[in-house]
């Protein structure tokens, strides 16, 4: 079965590695981009100040950037909505890919 690991602004599960058939869904975050929309606690659950999450956004993409099926889901002309949808079509594909 295919399983896929989604990373939300800078932090992924638990810090295990994904098998190579694993899709990994990378959201940047909207501190990249859309800083407009950023939120700090206690207004969100977010610690990190907009640099710092950009800083841990690009680590994360120099770390998982070279697993063969990382998909970067980035900002630039989406909102909120349409950023959830584009993971949402690629949760679609990794469950069809394991369905067969």
Known sequence: MTLCLIVLGGKSGG???APATMPFIHLVTVAEGASHAYR???EAHRPETPQEAVHLD???RRVWGGHPRYVLIGNAG???HAKSAAARQTLEQCWQEALG
């Open 78 to 80: 989406r909102d909120w």
């Open 58 to 60: 690009h680590l994360l």
């Open 15 to 17: 810090g295990k590695t």
């Open 40 to 42: 700090r606690y206690p």
